[in-house]
């Protein structure tokens, strides 16, 4: 008996020394968050999880001397995998030969979810220290963000009490419901990864599509549309002008962020086919669209419905 207590004594001194060791301020765990994303390598297994539907990947992350280094490689379903090469993104979907290139700007991937400054997100988030528990195997801190206006969804967070690598993240609606939920089910942090990880695994040949999604970039300014009714906190990250197909015409895309949650606005040419108004969801994201004049405006992202209408209902011609 004395001895199965001082092993339960001990294992509790040792979590208590381990979580002794991390901050006790809740941004500053997220900066520690956010530093351990870009900063670490790891390799893992990941679900995600929105309704319904569950999507298994697997992941390794490299940093060295020459920069950040990502593949991310779906394990159920149609094979998709996603390489990043610093600041390039591609994406190869096998099964149809397309590759998309895109840029890492606006994007917000799993476990790397937070803003390189999270900081500033105390304005419209009510930030707090959570429960400390298990997560793939590991000690882990929550930290909770509650938005103060109903124009953002609530997170709730998880990270290693030893790294501050994210191991799990929840998006949840305004009664505490998930929307969607990312979390390891396995995870080795700070490991050597071998560059080999996070080359492209499919073989990509002279039949395969390229497709370059990366735009233009252009100026706000220049692009001939207001947008009035802008939600505080959520600045514009991207502005871009995007070569879409000849029937569709230019498509000027321009992406709002407050760090966590991002708001996408894209403005094209009303085709018969894309011409329908309302409000429909994908997933986690909610869509909105409405028409002005020959235009179809589309608003998409991860927030409350009534956001993305209200942006939506400010996007206006500039008047000459």
Same mark, same amino acid.
């Given at each position: 008996?004395? @001895? ?6 001990? !294992? ?5 020394? /381990? ?24 390799? =893992?297994?990941?679900t995600y999880q929105s309704g319904k539907n569950v999507e298994t990947s697997r992941i390794a992350h490299l940093v060295d001397a020459? =920069?950040?280094?990502?593949?991310? &490689?779906?394990?159920?379903? !149609? ?32 476990? /790397? ?9 105390? &304005?419209?988030? %009510?930030? @707090?220290?959570? $429960? ?13 963000? $509650? ?14 009490? /030893? !790294?501050?690598?994210?191991?799990? /993240? ?9 929307i969607e939920q990312f979390g390891f089910t396995e995870v080795t942090i700070g490991n050597t990864v071998d560059k080999d990880k ?36 959520? %600045? ?27 708001? !996408? ?48 209902? =400010? ?6």
């Amino acid at each position: 008996m004395k @001895r199965i207590f001082c092993m339960v004594a001990a !294992s509790v001194a040792c979590c208590g020394a /381990a979580l002794a060791q991390t901050p006790a301020d809740p941004i500053t765990w997220l900066g520690r968050i956010s530093s351990a994303a870009h900063k670490l390598n790891y390799t =893992g297994t990941f679900t995600y999880q929105s309704g319904k539907n569950v999507e298994t990947s697997r992941i390794a992350h490299l940093v060295d001397a020459t =920069g950040e280094y990502e593949r991310l &490689e779906t394990l159920d379903g !149609s094979p998709r995998e996603v390489v990043r090469s610093n600041d390039e993104v591609q994406c190869a979907l096998p099964e149809q030969k397309l590759l998309i290139v895109d840029q890492v700007a606006g994007r917000r991937s799993f476990p /790397a979810r937070l803003p390189r400054s999270p900081a500033d997100l105390a &304005e419209h988030y %009510r930030i @707090r220290k959570g $429960e400390v528990g298990r997560v793939a195997g590991m000690e882990s801190q929550q930290i909770i963000l $509650e938005p103060k206006d109903d124009m953002r969804y609530g997170h709730h967070l998880w990270a290693d009490a /030893a !790294s501050g690598l994210l191991l799990r /993240a929840k998006l949840v609606n305004d009664k505490g419901e998930a929307i969607e939920q990312f979390g390891f089910t396995e995870v080795t942090i700070g490991n050597t990864v071998d560059k080999d990880k996070v080359r492209p695994r499919f073989v990509r040949s002279a039949e395969w599509k390229v497709v370059n999604a990366r735009g233009n970039d252009i100026r706000m300014d220049d692009i001939g549309w207001t947008f009035r009714n802008t939600i505080p906190g959520f %600045r514009q990250v991207v502005s871009v002008l995007r070569h879409t197909r000849k029937d569709r015409g230019q498509v000027y895309h321009v992406v709002f962020s407050d760090g966590l949650a991002a708001i !996408s606005v894209f403005i094209e040419p009303v085709s018969t086919r894309s011409a329908q108004s309302g409000m429909s969801a994908s997933g986690a994201f909610g869509i909105f669209r409405r028409t002005v004049g020959d235009h179809l405006i589309t608003v998409l992202g991860e927030v409350p419905p009534q956001a993305l209408m209200r942006v939506a209902d =400010g996007v206006e011609m500039r008047k000459r």
